[in-house]
């Protein structure tokens, strides 16, 4: 079954402004790590964080864990027509080499 | 380029027909992986392997088998027995070392039925 659940499950905004996606999960993790998913393509990793951190920063990107409540948010910052695309959270709970548990994505639309 | 290729882009399955994807990755990479992914879905896991000659099976492995002979490679065969096979395949690769690895992903094989 599916751990990540993602919120909004679609979202429409102005370029230029800040774009806030939300995921939540069910069981302990090792870590979470968000995908990016143009149309037809393969995903493309964002960024990760590990259980024990609570944000970090990539260029225009934030991510925060909070493992007490099970969600991650993604925040894309000052978004450009480019970030049109899937966004997916994906849970590891084992650390090891087991596959990653994925949401349904939230469908980002940057309008010019 | 260090990367995963998959092939082919595009493929059709006849009925009772067993169809194979090709993955190949050249990361050195120990841990490979298959996802299905059904439109406006997330990925589900169907196999995945660790190390070469072992594998393991995920969520929906029904209806799919892999092989694992060589490191770079983890091929996925549809066979007639998967009842819905249509669907965007996604093949994965992930470094074992250091744990906290993320995955990196081809560019995917979309089966349709003919």
Known sequence: SQQGEEDPQALSIQEGENATMNCSYKTSINNLQWYRQNSGRGLVHLILIRSNEREKHSGRLRVTLDTSKKSSSLLITASRAADTASYFCATDEGGGADGLTFGKGTHLIIQP | ?114
Request: overall charge positive; aromatic content about 12%; charged content about 20%.
């Open chain 2, 1 to 114: 380029d260090g990367g995963i290729t998959q092939s082919p882009k595009y493929l059709f399955r006849k009925e009772g027909q067993n169809v194979t994807l090709s993955c190949e990755q050249n990361l050195n990479h120990d841990a490979m992986y298959w996802y299905r992914q059904d439109p406006g879905q997330g990925l589900r896991l169907i196999y995945y392997s660790q190390i070469v000659n072992d594998f393991q099976k995920g969520d929906i492995a029904e209806g799919y088998s892999v092989s694992r002979e060589k490191k770079e490679s983890f091929p996925l065969t549809v066979t007639s027995a998967q009842k819905n096979p249509t669907a965007f395949y996604l093949c994965a690769s992930r470094s074992r070392g250091l744990g906290n690895q993320p995955q990196h992903f081809g560019d995917g094989t979309r089966l349709s039925i003919l």
